[in-house]
């Protein structure tokens, strides 16, 4: 079955230190593949969107993501987290005709 | 509007009552999708609208739960014989085509069954 693995619930770092949030998808072909952030009280905003070509990809607020075939992962990484970054994070992945399918989330907090 | 937009923005209901949610898409956005967000939980899906073809309901968890979708826009969500299992916040999206696209979000209709 098609599934998408966030394998942190939670992870704690220190603002200006960098950033890495895993995520791995289980597809039969390599999916489309989307960040999205959640703020405390809001809706998802998309950070960033793979479909194809260059693997590295860049988004809003400082992020990137990287797509690696071999791992069948889509991390998504930050030189230097702010404060402000704190916040809920998904990794979702779509066949392109199928349900958009979501990780499970990773919490952000961001500490002085 | 600019954005994704739902209502209520919160919704406390007694439990056995039947609750509505309704979603208002990004205007020209053919496609839209309910998702529910429950504690600790990912998004699941619900169901799906795409222009006039026949809605995919794959993802709804019984027969309580239904929707429907007038005009090709507003969407409604209707919860039958509501549960506490039902509690979650219930997410409306849109996108200009189908799953390929980027979908955007509304902030969500916080629902609490007591």
């Known amino acids: 079955a098609q599934s998408v693995t966030q394998p942190d619930i939670h992870i704690t770092v220190s603002e200006g230190a960098s950033l890495e949030l895993r995520c791995n998808y289980s597809y039969g072909a390599t999916p489309y593949l989307f960040w999205y952030v959640q703020s405390p009280g809001q809706g998802l905003q998309l950070l960033l969107k793979y479909f194809s070509g260059d693997t590295l990809v860049q988004g809003i607020k400082g992020f990137e993501a990287e797509f690696k075939r071999s791992q069948s992962s889509f991390n998504l990484r930050k030189p230097s987290v702010h404060w402000s970054d704190a916040a809920e994070y998904f990794c979702?992945?779509?066949?392109?005709?199928?349900?958009?399918?979501f990780g499970k989330g990773t919490r952000l907090s961001v500490i002085a | 509007g600019a954005g994704v937009s739902q209502s209520p923005s919160n919704k406390v209901t007694e439990k056995g009552k039947d609750v509505e949610l309704r979603c208002d898409p990004i205007s020209g956005h053919t496609a839209l999708y309910w998702y529910r967000q429950s504690l600790g939980q990912g998004l699941e899906f619900l169901i799906y609208?795409?222009?006039?073809?026949?809605?995919?309901k794959s993802g709804l968890p019984s027969d309580r739960f239904s929707a429907e979708r007038t005009g090709g826009s507003v969407s409604t969500l209707t919860i039958q014989r509501t549960q506490q299992e039902d509690s979650a916040v219930y997410l409306c999206?849109?996108?200009?085509?189908?799953?390929?696209?980027?979908?955007?979000f509304g902030e969500g209709s916080w629902l609490t069954v007591v």
């Open positions: 999206a849109s996108s200009p085509a189908t799953w390929g696209n980027t979908i955007y």
């Open positions: 609208f795409q222009g006039n073809s026949a809605p995919d």
């Open positions: 979702a992945a779509s066949s392109g005709n199928t349900p958009l399918v």
